[in-house]
């Protein structure tokens, strides 16, 4: 067997595939695309994998195993700190990938959403309106844990809410034509569904709610949709007008994610960590020792912030497998949660610690970045 792995013709993805003595095509394989993914105010070099897949004849035998494994040992050694996919249920976790859920769902009624007053005007986007939409997401999406960096590279809204959805983008513009938001809904009649919405100014979410109320009227929808996350200002917007708000815990499958190389995430992490832990004034000051499956780190918490210390020190112990860990990273599970989990040693002492570095969130990769 030989796996080859290759540059694909867009720069941020690559191929990797698996190839038989008497094949001269490929029998399995899958695609890996390079993101700088945020945690909080900091960005973890992230691995996208997509496109699993054995040919018809060749299932059954191992191959997709041994193209992921494979694949995870080319992420760690090409530097990357984790690893992300959205896959099926009872397969992944098998790699170390772990439940980091992604979907979230804002239903807001329509009838009394046509009562909302716009202050600007909406009209469809155009190419050139592309470098400010990227400065508008920037902005909202700062520190949102989930959220991927899009440069020049971005090509654009490439899917509505699901995979095989065609978006359709518009912009909400002042007199002077200038964008100051913009929103994407499914190009369908069926529903009035939303899969991302953006805005540098407050008043653009209640010109988005009108927009979407007079459309959905039109269609005779009763609810618009928003994959929007429960703490994102158009979901708050939303309430004035009666909506409610659904989250999905799934236990597995969908958007899961794990941890490609501990000592590297977490020394990308430490100015985060470091002013979360600033930020709490904890009276606590030592050595926290995290002993994973994949290796173990020592972090010095102090006044002055959270410091990587290598070799072995004295200090407070705790045992975690990564995919637990990637959990609580990414703020989908807390420590309490994770404490009686099969191989967590965390000592009751080391919670509240916990929590302050890695607090509960909402996590999110809006869909037009999703692979």
Not at 20 to 30: Q, R
Not at 133 to 150: F, H, M, S
Request: aromatic share 12%; with cysteine.
């Amino acid at each position: 067997m030989e796996i080859r792995i290759d540059p694909a013709q867009d720069p941020r993805w690559y191929v990797i595939q698996l190839y038989l003595e008497d094949e001269k095509e490929p029998v399995s394989g899958l695609w890996i695309v390079d993101h700088q993914m945020r945690v909080g105010s900091v960005t973890l070099r992230m691995g996208g994998i997509a496109g699993v897949s054995t040919h018809e004849k060749h299932r059954l035998r191992g191959y997709s195993r041994y193209v992921i494994t494979r694949s995870i040992e080319y992420m760690k050694q090409d530097g990357y700190d984790v690893s992300m996919l959205f896959g099926i249920r009872n397969f992944y976790p098998k790699f170390g990938y772990v439940a980091t859920p992604f979907e979230h769902r804002v239903s807001l009624a329509v009838e009394p959403a046509t009562e909302a007053h716009a202050l600007f005007h909406v009209r469809p986007w155009k190419e050139e309106d592309l470098a400010t939409i990227i400065e508008i997401y920037t902005l909202n999406n700062a520190t949102r844990t989930g959220t991927v960096l899009r440069s020049d590279l971005w090509p654009g809204f490439s899917k509505g809410s699901g995979f095989q959805v065609k978006p359709l983008p518009y912009v909400v513009v002042n007199h002077l034509d200038e964008v100051l938001g913009y929103f994407v809904q499914d190009d369908t009649d069926d529903g009035t569904v939303v899969s991302e919405v953006g805005a540098s100014h407050p008043g653009v979410w209640e010109t988005m709610i009108k927009a979407l109320a007079d459309r959905a009227q039109r269609f005779g929808h009763e609810y618009i949709q928003l994959l929007i996350p429960p703490d994102h200002p158009m979901a708050f917007a939303c309430k004035r007008y009666g909506c409610s708000v659904r989250i999905g815990w799934p236990a597995d499958g969908g958007g899961m994610m794990r941890l490609i190389n501990l000592e590297g995430t977490f020394s990308k992490l430490l100015p985060e960590l470091s002013n979360r832990w600033r930020h709490t004034s904890p009276d606590w000051q030592g050595i926290l020792r995290i002993s994973t499956d994949i290796g173990e780190i020592s972090l010095r918490l102090g006044a002055t912030g959270v410091e990587m210390k290598s070799g072995g020190h004295r200090g407070v112990s705790m045992t975690i497998p990564q995919a637990q860990l990637t959990q609580m990273l990414m703020g989908y599970r807390s420590a309490s949660e994770i404490q009686f989990d099969e191989g967590v040693d965390i000592p009751n002492a080391v919670l509240p610690w916990l929590d302050t570095l890695f607090p509960s969130g909402y996590p999110y990769i809006w869909w037009s970045d999703r692979f």
